[in-house]
């Protein structure tokens, strides 16, 4: 018996022309057989596998040995042999419908080694600790390569900073609209992509433009980039090609910096000099470069399995074997790393096998598969990638009994094993997967079922993942899995043990162990799932949520815990039974038979929404396109039981101009299959407006409109207008509606005078905004009604923007006077009576501008002769949730933000930084010189204190200092900006569609009269 298990009987071997056969049992075809080997020629038979001193001996390459079984036995069953030994390859070697009924067939694991690349010779000293070896072409820019293996072990790159990541200071605060929504709320643009701004002392003019990539993390991805130039006078980077998304998107502000020599900070780094075309590296210990075996990589595939969606290749095997030593492009890897290929890839085949097959130390994935039926990927392990283990997609088959780990050392963003596609089906089992920077496992499809797999340490860089993820899966099972050991680094969405995502329909999680896992269950916009008899275990308080899902079976489950357990959005789980709480140090478990679901009060207070102002009227076109409407927007989220709603998100826009009130709504479908496109209210996907006008005799109406996916739309009469009322707003008012694969958009244009409503200070106008979107039966509306949907009084209050205010108003600034007060302020952090003035200054703008949901904070100025006074009172939910460290954008931190001039006369923007734990910093990120920062923060004094529901920063700020003369009487610009760390928010006093310290387009300040 073979280690397969396979009867191995070899009758005899005989020459039929070019090849040799292998006579196999009764009822089976003969197998023609070739063999290689590293000692062997091309120009031999390759029939025998070893030399006869003749013709008769092993091939050398695997590229004669395939073409030889294409002329001697096309369209019959053969193999090739490769014997133990190490076989390098310049090129990649493609398996076509030629090669069907073949089987490649090695010596083991470890034994026959093929590597993807070449071995470098003729390393001798550079420096004191690095060693030089030649790579002809890289110079030239005709070869290029991310990965080094030396002695089999896979090279880290040299990296800034050796560990931990820098930050930087962009910003991209636009709303992600969710995936099934079409991602961001307008699309970034191609500066945006390609710039970064550094922080002052992380890089400078040393650093080398052509060797440099950097990696520009995201949230639950990066994008690897190159560089085109860096301006060291503004410290901007700008890269060589787009990121995925713009740097300091999802609040996320980190990056790192590869292939510099700077970077080479321990034994076992290389970088690859672009300007010298030379690979440096520094020796572990007790190595010896002129012995070493270093290869370095020429291609990104191995072998490829090559058919097409019409002819597949058919009934291959690949075994016994290591692939090893590959490259990957400089480009972002999107989500997964999913654009990289594989060491071994297959496209469109039928019944193809990898089995006992060893993957290690690539730059790209282990193994990726496409598009093809019955794949099996049995018993290999797949370890040390620089992108993801194992990628099946698009077809059908098994994926079992592999391990797989230390995934994602270049793209964290990889993850172990994903499986899925549209109308795929797979099934995962008894896999064994570990450290992995993002999920261990991703799927989505057709019914696929995941079982039997154990993961651990697994999301040890990115969030927003899981042990287990799936996303877009139907009649999915998740069964008899273990995760333990899966916690989050840092800030981020969170992670957890079993995570069904957006579009996830019937699936079940069943009989699933988690160990010491704080959020077990996470579901997100999902439909009629289960979640039944697993048991999961917790150090600590455990969390399931449940987030904008519906219809969830929670039952028969075991929660043992420390502390408590918490359910987010009750409201989406349907049935509730048998589940078992066992907590630590009480008498015994406690059955649950029912959720609580605490009544859902009325607001005390109508939901406010602030209208932009409108400098031009948006195009009534259904389209809502990109610069015309505000950015940001209101959810439409709530049923009217004042109950969140389900499924995915929805959106407002509103604004205004002095003749009209404008709206754009936009519906994102789950399940686009099950929209329905007509014009019947409460079938068929629509909007209502309600707005509450008023007759000629004062006498409040209410108008309803209802505007329909399919484009028409009607004013009627339910909310008590006439007949004559509704047709003359509808005279006067304009829609239009589009409908796109995921969304439907519809927009609406008012007339204010028909309503008889004047926007003014402190003025509202009653409104509600109604959704009806068919894959839900039911309705979200802007705030629940908690009756009649176009009943507006219990419904929302628009507000309008007064002169000099709202995004894109005029061109009048807003102003605030810093007032002269009879003693100068104690800067203790305290503001005590009578030291500031009585009017607060009010934050509550976005940084681009749209008034932010929640409690403003509240500033105060002041000044006299020689100082500029500031204080920021900023609402906390406790004094425990205030961070008290000193590090910007990531502690509670407050920010002055003004024009003055630097020591030789220069106009220069000041930005001064207090934190609620008392330290400050004068930052030049606004273009200030380090050392004139350096002066200003000398002269600044800054205190803070921390009380119950808030804390409060306190600044005196030399005029002198900031170059201002004392007699100024014009307006200066001027800002102020919190960073929110519990809110994970920015909040600004006039937001400027950029960084706070853009105060060319921020507010005024004035200085009392002399």
């Known amino acids: 018996m073979t280690g397969y298990g396979r009867p191995h009987l070899l009758a005899s071997v005989v020459l039929l022309g070019a090849a040799s056969v292998v006579c196999a049992p009764a009822g089976t075809r003969p197998v023609s057989t070739w063999y290689v080997a590293p000692g062997g020629n091309d120009d031999w038979s390759g029939t025998a596998a070893t030399y006869d001193g003749q013709r008769n001996g092993p091939k050398a390459t695997l590229t004669a040995a395939l073409e030889a079984g294409r002329k001697a036995a096309a369209g019959k069953p053969r193999r090739i042999v490769l014997a133990p030994g190490r076989y390098y390859f310049k090129n990649k070697q493609v398996v076509d419908v030629r090669d069907n009924d073949l089987t490649i067939t090695g010596a083991g694991m470890g034994k026959t080694i093929l590597y993807g690349g070449v071995r470098l010779t003729g390393w001798r000293p550079d420096g004191e600790r690095f060693w030089a070896a030649g790579a002809p072409g890289v110079k030239e820019g005709t070869w290029d390569f991310r990965a080094l293996v030396v002695n089999d072990h896979l090279c880290p790159r040299a990296r800034l900073p050796e560990k931990g990541r820098f930050r930087h200071l962009s910003r991209f605060p636009v709303r992600w609209m969710s995936s099934a929504g079409g991602g961001w709320e307008r699309k970034p643009t191609r500066q945006e992509l390609t710039t970064l701004r550094y922080r002052e002392g992380d890089l400078g003019p040393w650093l080398n433009v052509r060797n440099a990539e950097v990696t520009v993390y995201h949230m639950w991805d990066e994008s690897m980039v190159g560089l085109a130039t860096i301006d060291t006078t503004n410290r901007t980077l700008t890269f060589s090609s787009p990121c995925t998304h713009p740097p300091g998107a999802f609040g996320v502000d980190t990056y790192v910096v590869w292939n510099v020599r700077e970077g080479m900070k321990h034994p076992g780094q290389w970088y690859l000099d672009r300007d010298r075309g030379v690979v440096v590296y520094w020796p572990l210990p007790g190595e010896d470069m002129r012995k070493a075996r270093a290869v370095a990589p020429k291609v990104e595939t191995v072998i490829r399995v090559e058919g097409s969606r019409k002819n597949a290749v058919r009934d291959v095997t690949i075994r016994d074997m290591t692939v090893s030593a590959t490259t990957t492009p400089c480009k972002s890897g999107g989500f997964g790393a999913f654009r990289f290929h594989g060491a071994l890839d297959l496209f469109w085949s039928n019944n193809v096998r990898i089995e006992h097959v060893e993957v290690r130390n690539v730059a790209g994935y282990g193994i990726r598969e496409w598009g093809s039926r019955k794949v099996r990927i049995e018993e290999c392990r797949i370890h040390h990638l620089g992108a993801g283990g194992c990628r099946v997609g698009g077809g059908s088959g098994i994926v079992s009994g592999n391990r797989i780990h230390h995934v994602g050392l270049i793209y964290p963003s990889a993850v172990g094993l994903s499986a899925g596609g549209r109308d795929s089906t797979y099934v995962v089992r008894r896999n064994v997967i570990h450290d992995t920077s993002y999920s261990g496992m991703t799927v989505s499809g057709n019914a696929p079922v995941i079982e039997e797999n154990v993961l651990y340490r697994c999301m040890l860089e990115l969030h927003d993942g899981a042990a287990i993820y799936l996303g877009g899966a139907k009649n999915a099972v998740v ?33 699933n162990l988690s160990i010491g896992i704080a959020r077990p269950s996470h579901n997100h916009m999902t439909r009629n799932c289960s979640l039944r008899n697993n048991t999961f275990v917790a150090d600590g308080d455990m969390v399931l949520s449940f987030q904008r899902s519906a219809g969830f079976q929670v039952t028969g489950n075991i929660f043992q815990l420390k502390g408590e357990l918490k359910v987010t959005d009750p409201d989406a789980i349907a049935q509730w039974k048998d589940n078992l709480i066992v907590r630590d140090g009480e008498a015994g478990p406690a059955l649950s038979a029912a959720l609580p679901r605490p009544p859902q009060p009325a607001d005390k207070n109508p939901r406010r929404v602030n209208v932009a102002h409108a400098t031009r009227p948006p195009v009534i076109d259904g389209r809502i396109g990109g610069g015309e409407w505000p950015p940001g927007g209101a959810g439409i989220r709530e049923r009217p039981d004042r109950r969140l709603g389900r499924g995915a998100p929805v959106l407002a826009k509103f604004c205004a101009d002095s003749a009209n009130l404008y709206i754009a709504v936009n519906v994102v479908f789950m399940f686009p299959e099950k929209r329905r496109i007509g014009h019947v209210w409460g079938r068929d996907e629509g909007v209502e407006i309600a707005l509450q006008g008023r007759r000629r005799d004062g006498t409040a109406v209410v108008y309803v409109l209802r505007g329909f996916a399919d484009g028409q739309w009607r004013s009627v009469t339910d909310g008590g207008a006439s007949p004559a009322e509704a047709a003359a707003l509808k005279k006067g008012a304009a829609y239009a509606a589009t409908v796109d694969k ?33 894959e839900d039966g039911e309705y979200l509306q802007l705030a629940g009604a908690l009756g009649k949907t176009w009943d507006p009084t219990r419904g929302g209050r628009l507000v309008f923007p007064t002169a000099g205010t709202g995004v894109g108003a005029s061109q009048v600034f807003p102003t605030v006077r810093a007032a002269r007060m009879p003693q100068a302020p104690v800067i203790d952090g305290r503001a005590s009576n009578g030291e500031w003035p009585k009017t607060a200054l009010l934050l509550r703008q976005s940084p681009s501008g749209i008034p932010i949901e929640g409690e403003p904070c509240r500033a105060y100025v002041a000044a006299d002769k020689d100082n500029l006074y500031v204080h920021v009172a900023v609402p906390v939910e406790g004094s425990a949730s205030v961070s008290k460290g000193a590090e910007w954008t990531r502690d509670d931190g407050a920010e002055v933000c003004i024009r003055g001039r630097s020591p030789d006369g220069k106009p220069v923007v000041w930005v001064v930084h207090g934190f609620a734990g008392g330290q400050y910093e004068s930052s030049a990120e606004a273009g200030a010189s380090a050392a004139d920062a350096k002066r200003l923060e000398r002269a600044v004094a800054f205190k803070s204190s921390i009380g119950k529901n808030d804390w409060h920063g306190e600044w005196r700020l030399p005029l002198k200092a900031l170059g201002i003369a004392p007699s100024e009487t014009g307006e200066i610009p001027f800002n102020l900006g919190v960073y929110h760390r519990s809110r994970k928010q920015w909040i600004i006093w006039v937001g400027t569609r950029g960084p706070s310290w853009k105060v060319s387009a921020a507010g005024r300040l004035r200085l009392p009269s002399p």
């Open 479 to 511: 069964r008899r899995n273990v995760t333990r050991d899966i916690v989050s680094q840092g800030k981020g969405y969170g992670v957890s043990a079993y995570y069904l995502d957006e579009k996830c329909l019937d699936c079940v999680v069943e009989n």
């Open 742 to 774: 995921k969304v439907w958009r519809c927009e609406w244009r008012l007339p204010l005078a028909v309503l008889r409503f004047t926007p003014g200070k402190g003025v509202f106008l009653p409104a509600n905004v109604t959704v009806w979107r068919a």
